[in-house]
């Protein structure tokens, strides 16, 4: 089977920087290919919203609110998806999901907290 392992978030003053890291780990992953790894957040109250992802291309998508503040970088070969976030701001506050899509599933992360004091 497959799974992902989140790592990375914490707590950090409005204007600072933290990186997660996603791994893919399982049999399922050494047979299937994953098309595109991202991530997506959620705040209480709200809906879960993409943040950004990449596809095994190398294409690359962001929410207009976290455009020029966060990076997504991928090591195909480790299975690993990476957000670099800096500029941090209270409003991206949120528990943050990493996600992979292979032709035939999607596997979610058990979610990393991240909170933004101002």
């Known amino acids: 089977q497959g799974q992902l392992v989140e790592s990375g978030g914490g707590l950090v003053q409005a204007g600072g920087s933290l990186r997660l890291s996603c791994a893919a780990s399982g049999t399922i992953f050494r047979s299937i290919s994953i098309n595109a790894m991202g991530w997506y957040r959620q705040s209480p109250g709200k809906q879960r919203e993409l943040v950004a992802v990449?596809?095994?291309?190398?294409?690359?998508n962001y929410a207009d609110s976290v455009k020029g503040r966060f990076t997504i970088s991928r090591d195909s070969a480790k299975n690993t998806v990476y957000l670099q976030m800096n500029s941090l701001k209270p409003e991206d506050t949120a528990v943050y999901y990493c996600?992979?899509?292979?032709?035939?599933?999607?596997?979610w992360g058990q979610g990393t907290q991240v909170t933004v004091s101002s």
């Open positions: 990449t596809t095994r291309g190398g294409v690359t």
């Open positions: 996600n992979a899509e292979t032709r035939v599933s999607a596997y």
